[in-house]
């Protein structure tokens, strides 16, 4: 008979038996060129594979395009081209160019690697999931003493059914002789993940510009959206809802509140070489106001040039057919800034 010491000695090298057995559990990926890399697929977004292993010190970054097979332990949500999105595992089958996924309801979806727009590994770890940007752009000249600062930053998070992300841009510009001109833009949604590429939100943003005199400008969204197009080169969609309209100004014009609808559209190109395209735009007839309608574009231009780190090219344009500056119906901003992002 063999002794408590014995016993729990053999449960104890049992645990740690299953430890290394569960932590060398591996993700293979064959490439179409016949290479292969073992590691764990911790995502894959905008046609860009990244992949953890124990002899690099960084993540492999690899173009989805460029697989041929994958055989994965991990677990993973799944965005699909033809819409939807699922839990579940990936392995390729021999002799085919499809991919089985075993998603956790025990079923399983016969694909090809290109119907897959998008992987995150279920038990990525919090920062895994975060997804972060900053943009510095400072100009000082002689002439006239110019000093103008810009900020651009932004934050998000991705869970497996929602996703919620923060911004804020921030443009102050001082020169001898005239005003300072000021420009704060900010805003914070949460988007719950429907069926069929549809999604919910509620959205609240915040604008703020000498030009209009506009003190702050709080818009409160409740809508609904569907992407209509998602592959690894692009993505557009399209969203519409009702908002709830709250502004102050500088100047003598009275502070007033009221309702619209608004309608917009946003389109994403990601695989043009190391260029990112981003442009929205989105129209808000008044519902309270007679004949007032507003719009907002924005057209965000990135380049990669070494690592995480980038030069954008933006612009933003904002109008209001019954601003609380007679003339002063839109207001805009272009520049170009320096940026990192996680």
């Known amino acids: 008979m063999k002794s408590p010491r014995l016993k729990w000695t053999g449960c104890f090298l049992w645990l740690i038996l299953c430890s290394?057995?569960?932590?060398?559990?591996?993700?293979?990926?064959?490439?179409?060129?016949?290479?292969?890399?073992?590691?764990?697929?911790?995502?894959?977004?905008?046609?860009?594979?990244?992949?953890?292993?124990?002899?690099s010190d960084?993540?492999?970054?690899?173009?989805?395009?460029?697989?041929?097979?994958?055989?994965?332990?991990?677990?993973?949500?799944?965005?699909?081209?033809?819409?939807?999105?699922?839990h579940g595992r990936l392995q390729t089958q021999a002799q085919t160019d499809t991919l089985t996924i075993y998603t956790d309801?025990?079923?399983?979806l016969a694909i090809y690697l290109p119907d897959i727009v998008y992987l995150k590994?279920?038990?990525?770890?919090?920062?895994?999931?975060?997804?972060?940007?900053?943009?510095?752009?400072?100009?000082v000249t002689k002439a006239n003493n110019l000093r103008q600062l810009s900020v651009q930053s932004a934050i998000g998070y991705l869970a497996?059914?929602?996703?919620?992300?923060?911004?804020?841009?921030?443009?102050?510009?001082?020169?001898?002789?005239?005003?300072?001109?000021?420009?704060?833009?900010?805003?914070?949604?949460?988007?719950?993940?429907?069926?069929?590429?549809?999604?919910?939100?509620?959205?609240?943003?915040?604008?703020?510009?000498?030009?209009?005199?506009?003190?702050?400008?709080?818009?409160?969204?409740l809508g609904a959206g569907r992407f209509f197009v998602r592959s690894?080169?692009?993505?557009?969609?399209?969203?519409?809802?009702?908002?709830?309209?709250?502004e102050r100004f500088t100047n003598d014009t009275e502070s007033r509140t009221s309702s619209e609808l608004f309608?917009?559209?946003?389109?994403?190109?990601?695989?043009?070489?190391?260029?990112?395209?981003?442009?929205?735009?989105?129209?808000?007839?008044?519902?309270?106001?007679?004949?007032?309608?507003?719009?907002d574009f924005k057209l965000d231009v990135k380049y990669d040039f070494l690592s995480d780190f980038y030069v954008k090219f933006n612009f933003t344009l904002n109008y209001d057919n019954q601003p609380a500056v007679v003339g002063k119906d839109t207001d805009y901003i272009y520049g170009v800034s320096f940026g990192w992002e996680l």
């Open 263 to 295: 309608v917009g559209t946003e389109l994403n190109f990601f695989d043009v070489g190391d260029i990112n395209l981003l442009t929205n735009f989105t129209v808000y007839p008044s519902l309270t106001e007679t004949n007032r309608i507003r719009s």
């Open 121 to 139: 590994g279920l038990k990525s770890a919090f920062w895994n999931r975060v997804n972060a940007s900053i943009d510095l752009g400072l100009k």
């Open 20 to 55: 290394l057995t569960l932590a060398g559990q591996h993700d293979t990926l064959v490439f179409k060129n016949g290479d292969q890399v073992v590691g764990e697929i911790k995502s894959m977004d905008r046609g860009v594979l990244v992949v953890e292993t124990d002899y």
């Open 160 to 221: 497996d059914k929602w996703s919620t992300d923060m911004y804020y841009d921030d443009l102050s510009s001082s020169q001898d002789s005239i005003s300072d001109t000021r420009r704060k833009d900010g805003g914070i949604n949460y988007r719950f993940f429907l069926p069929h590429d549809w999604y919910a939100f509620p959205e609240v943003t915040y604008l703020s510009n000498t030009e209009q005199a506009l003190k702050s400008r709080v818009t409160t969204k």
């Open 105 to 108: 309801e025990d079923e399983t």
């Open 58 to 86: 960084s993540d492999f970054k690899i173009k989805w395009i460029d697989v041929k097979e994958v055989h994965a332990e991990s677990r993973f949500l799944i965005n699909l081209k033809r819409g939807g999105r699922v």
């Open 232 to 246: 690894n080169k692009a993505y557009w969609g399209a969203s519409g809802g009702i908002s709830v309209l709250r």
